[in-house]
């Protein structure tokens, strides 16, 4: 009796399953989205999905891909790597979703990249930079569900040492960074490399840990060895007050960084008469006169009232991406592991895909190969610097 | 040597806002021997109502510092009303659950209310910087108001334990609560007292740190919490002067271990201190060893 019992429950529970895999299916594309909208790097996730939103709402507007509507599922991942994780598997296995997008950081990408290798389901990332992000460390080999929109450390790391030998002239740099942070580390690691091999030199390395306030005891100790530039690769709240207590020491020199720096918080933490002679790579400018850019500023302000910032562009770009993938991908909704394996060569086979930050075509490391731009803080406002290209 | 100087300099600041969260804490601790272990996230409630007042009210730095210290004396009172007191006559470990269940409550509360993400404190005051020694040595003037607002404080709270009639019920409590008590003490009212005092110096402190790093965010209490814990053991809990000695050492301590050795070391040698502390002389520093009597 018991047995029959047991496996009458474990009919109806598996047939609860298989129900709801093919309910998702039938009136819209459910896509999951696995993002930092609080805590720690709030700001990243919660502009990403406002550009998510906007894009996907403009897109539905259009009729969607073949008729349906594409619905998404937002989970906050707290900006914890344990959490990225949990809620891409509960995006994979309990909201049957055909891709997930997010998270915006390097860390909580790789772990939730986990549970999406596990579960065969596309994973893309609008803003995590960390190479070891899409592509295996130890074995070299391209992760086989795990994408980016946004250009790697390598490229950031290269283009701001570059930047700092050639255009600044820059002979002996300190670097100042988050021994707690994926991002933190391989951009640290790519910047000293090029520094290094193109004849500068890195005097200073210093750590900090995670939540860190007071950067003064460091700076000082920065300061004494009298570098030609720092380069700080953090996120806006370590960088609005590194940059802050630098200039209360007396620190004038070039503060660099990467796209972690494009927030107002920044400037806002720093002050406006210190936020001066810094530069960071970022992906895209408000400035940049391109016909695309401007459109979408005009409709971010109408939809949300404030100016977007890089990351509202990389969220917007992703929901077109993925729209343009779905339209490509010929889904059939007989399985949700056929459909995924079908939207998955898809986004492979993306080329020359045109975005408000870039043309963006996906190479074979699953990286989006795309230009950055520098841009240099001038009494607190953003001023465009140069296009690199890859 | 100057760069000594400069790291010194950077330590007492750290030292002051050390010194000024475990001030409350050695106070709740020696009048009811209770480890309030939300008190550093009342220092972070002081910043945000600083925080709301500055933005919403168009206050400057003192009325908003005044507000903040009202507010968190208050919320002092009743956190020792409705958390504490009930369990007075329990073992200690219920009332050290209570305490850090009162501070999850306040972090979470805070976060639900005002959001998880961190917010730019207002600039209040004009910054102005002294370059000393051909300008290697560079004092900030919010590193003054610091050091000095937290002085003050101190000979506040000192005169008011040493002299005031509050302050000598609060030594007679925290000596026999029961003996006290014959003796005509309002046990009840002067524990209130001791919450509100030490509830509102975490307040200013929560103020002057959202002003020294303008910016603020609701786990911003849970370490420095943490630190000024250690720093009032390592002085003597219980002891005000020694509250003080602990907050400055603890800072000067932890600048020149990140200066001179490497800034991932500088928690672990706090706590280090701390069970250091605990081996050889349990009393802290400024404690005197009392025999129990039998």
Do not use: W
Request: aromatic share 8%.
């Amino acid at each position: 009796m018991k047995k029959i019992v047991s496996i009458i429950l474990l009919l109806v529970f598996a047939l609860s399953i298989f129900t709801v895999s093919f309910a998702s299916s039938k009136n819209a594309i459910k896509i999951g989205v696995d993002l930092e909208l609080s805590q720690a790097v709030a700001q990243y996730g919660q502009k990403e999905l406002e550009g998510i939103r906007l894009a996907i709402d403009e897109i539905n507007k259009k009729g969607g891909i073949g008729g349906k509507k594409i619905e998404l599922v937002v989970i906050d991942n707290k900006s914890d790597k344990t959490e990225a994780q949990n809620v891409a598997t509960k995006l994979a296995v309990r909201e049957n979703v055909l891709a997930i997008l997010g998270p915006a950081t390097s860390g909580a990408t790789k772990s939730a990249a986990v549970a999406a290798t596990k579960h065969k389901v596309p994973i893309i990332s609008p803003s995590a930079t960390d190479d070891a992000v899409t592509v295996d460390e130890r074995t070299g080999k391209t992760k086989a569900y795990v994408f980016r929109t946004c250009f790697n450390d390598s490229f950031q790391g290269n283009v701001m040492a570059n930047f700092a030998l050639k255009t600044l002239k820059a002979k002996k740099a300190a670097i100042i960074y988050d021994a707690t942070s994926d991002y933190s580390k391989g951009l640290l690691k790519n910047f000293k490399n090029i520094f290094e091999k193109s004849g500068g030199k890195v005097i200073a390395q210093e750590a900090f840990g995670k939540g860190e306030q007071d950067f003064s005891s460091i700076l000082t100790k920065i300061r004494a060895k009298n570098p030609d530039v720092l380069f700080a690769p953090v996120y806006y709240d370590e960088a609005g007050l590194i940059i802050k207590q630098a200039r209360e020491l007396g620190m004038n020199i070039p503060i660099l960084g990467a796209d972690g720096f494009d927030d107002p918080k920044v400037v806002e933490k720093a002050g406006k008469k210190n936020a001066n002679n810094v530069f960071f790579s970022a992906h895209y400018s408000s400035q940049d006169t391109d016909v695309k850019v401007q459109e979408f500023i005009k409709k971010f302000k109408a939809k949300y009232n404030q100016e977007p910032n890089a990351f509202a562009a990389l969220g917007y770009d992703l929901g077109y991406f993925i729209a343009d993938a779905l339209k490509r991908a010929n889904l059939k909704f007989d399985s949700v592991a056929k459909d995924r394996e079908r939207l998955k060569a898809a986004i492979e086979n993306t080329k020359n895909f045109v975005g408000v930050t870039g043309i963006i075509s996906i190479n074979k490391y699953h990286n989006a190969e795309k230009s950055a731009v520098i841009i240099e803080l001038k009494d607190g406002v953003q001023k465009f610097k140069q296009k690199l290209n890859p | 040597m100057s760069t000594f100087m400069q790291q010194l300099i950077n330590g007492i600041t750290l030292g002051s806002i050390y010194a000024l969260i475990s001030l409350g804490y050695t106070m709740v601790y020696g009048i009811i021997k209770l480890i309030n272990f939300a008190h550093g996230d009342i220092f972070m409630v002081g910043a945000y109502i600083a925080y709301l007042s500055v933005t919403y009210l168009k206050l400057g730095l003192i009325p908003s510092l005044i507000i903040s210290m009202m507010f968190c004396s208050i919320l002092g009172m009743l956190i020792e009303k409705f958390a504490y007191k009930p369990l007075r006559n329990s073992p200690r470990i219920s009332a050290l659950i209570t305490a850090i269940g009162v501070s999850l409550l306040l972090e979470n509360l805070m976060q639900i209310v005002m959001g998880a993400d961190s917010r730019v404190f207002p600039r209040l005051v004009d910054e102005k910087n002294y370059h000393l020694f051909q300008s290697k040595i560079v004092i900030n003037n919010k590193q003054i108001y610091l050091l000095i607002i937290t002085i003050i404080l101190m000979i506040i709270l000192n005169f008011v334990v040493k002299r005031t009639k509050v302050g000598k019920a609060m030594r007679a409590v925290s000596q026999d609560m029961d003996a006290a008590r014959l003796m005509g003490i309002n046990v009840d009212t002067t524990i209130s007292y001791t919450f509100a005092i030490g509830s509102a110096l975490a307040a200013a402190a929560g103020v002057l740190v959202g002003l020294y790093y303008n910016t603020i965010n609701p786990l911003m209490g849970v370490l420095p919490g943490l630190k000024a814990f250690i720093a009032a053991v390592f002085g003597g809990i219980g002891i005000i002067p020694g509250a003080m000695l602990g907050g400055f050492s603890l800072g000067i301590i932890e600048t020149l271990v990140s200066g001179y050795g490497s800034s991932m070391y500088k928690d672990a040698v706090a706590f280090a201190l701390l069970i250091l502390i605990l081996i050889i002389k349990p009393s802290g520093l400024l404690g005197k060893n009392i025999k129990e009597k039998v």
